[in-house]
């Protein structure tokens, strides 16, 4: 290596470093006024004990046995505006996790999903209880795909399922829809996104059944209107679903510490909003110990079709 490119490297790893340190100095400039007065805060203010309530009260931190403000400040600040979201603008979804709260949820959406079972009620229809939407679920559908295959008709049962993954959606959707058929469309602040199939799925019905009440919600009502607006052999059966036409990005930050917050708007494939609407069943049925009974009456005419 000559000086001269010996040279040019050191030219290079200089410029780099002075790119860093502006754009360093650009971020604590942009944020000083916050991070002053987190500093200022946890390190000046002497009524402490007024902190360690608020602490406290609203993440739930014993800060005097941590004794450190600064490091929990973030959380408190996230948890805070978070509560102020909820109260003023009617947006119950939008929170903090705490540690624990995070690890209840992971377990709870296990427990849940463990639930989820395929069922053939007779040789030509299936049964589906899905009872979220999340990776478990839906691969202990895949396991039945094979054997599903072999039946004319299925009843997919979602009542009490109040959503999860919208990739589950997508995925879960994608086995009875055709390539090209639109999934759903979601509209961020400044742009939209159309979630479109590239392929056929594996599964074709003669009858689809789906079982719906007041808690079918989030992914579950993106799945029925998937269904719903591109198939014509879709039958829903139950109450009005819930309403929940929105959907939350989660993201990890410090401390083990997990936010949430409303980040889009989820319309149908036609366009259309079901947020604090919910879906109108084809078939109002209110007796659960008895719907699956119903469902199977209207796939083999017992109860006259929609259409006579």
């Known amino acids: 290596m000559n000086k001269q490119q010996k040279l040019n490297i050191l030219t290079g790893i200089t410029i780099g470093l002075l790119i860093l340190v502006i754009a360093l100095s650009a971020i604590v400039w942009l944020n000083y006024d916050y991070i002053f007065f987190k500093y200022f805060i946890t390190r ?3 009524f402490t004990n007024t902190l360690d309530k608020i602490f406290e009260d609203n993440i ?3 800060i005097q046995k941590k004794n450190d403000y600064a490091r929990y400040f973030d959380n408190l600040a996230i948890e805070l505006v ?4 909820s109260k003023k603008g009617n947006d119950p979804y939008t929170y903090q996790y705490t ?3 995070y690890a209840s949820y992971l377990e709870n959406r296990s427990d849940k999903a463990n639930m989820t079972y395929v069922e053939f009620l007779n040789e030509e229809t299936a049964f589906l209880k899905f009872t979220n939407f999340s990776d478990e679920s839906l691969n202990i559908f895949r396991s039945n795909i094979n054997q599903l295959k072999t039946h004319k008709n299925i009843i997919i ?5 109040t959503g999860g993954d919208l990739d589950v959606s997508f995925n879960l959707a994608s086995y009875f829809l055709k390539d090209n058929d639109i999934v759903y469309i979601i ?3 400044k742009s939209n996104e159309i979630a479109k199939l590239k392929k056929n799925g594996e599964l074709t019905f003669e009858n689809i059944l789906i079982i719906q009440n007041k808690y079918s919600a989030s992914a579950s009502e993106i799945f029925i209107n998937a269904l719903k607006e591109n198939l014509d052999n879709v039958i829903t059966v139950g109450t009005r679903t819930y309403g929940k036409g929105i959907g939350q990005t989660t993201y990890s930050i410090k ?4 936010v949430k917050a409303t980040t889009f708007l989820v319309l149908t494939p036609n366009g259309n909003s079901i947020h604090k609407i919910g879906i109108i069943p084809d078939y109002e049925y209110t007796d ?21």
């Open 44 to 46: 000046d203010y002497i």
């Open 60 to 62: 739930g931190i014993d």
């Open 82 to 85: 978070s509560n102020e979201i």
């Open 99 to 101: 540690p624990s709260q």
């Open 157 to 161: 049962d979602l009542r009490d399922n």
């Open 187 to 189: 509209q961020h602040r």
């Open 255 to 258: 401390n083990g510490y997990y």
């Open 288 to 308: 659960d110990a008895t719907i699956i009974g119903y469902c199977l009456s209207i796939i083999d005419g017992s109860i006259p079709s929609l259409n006579q």
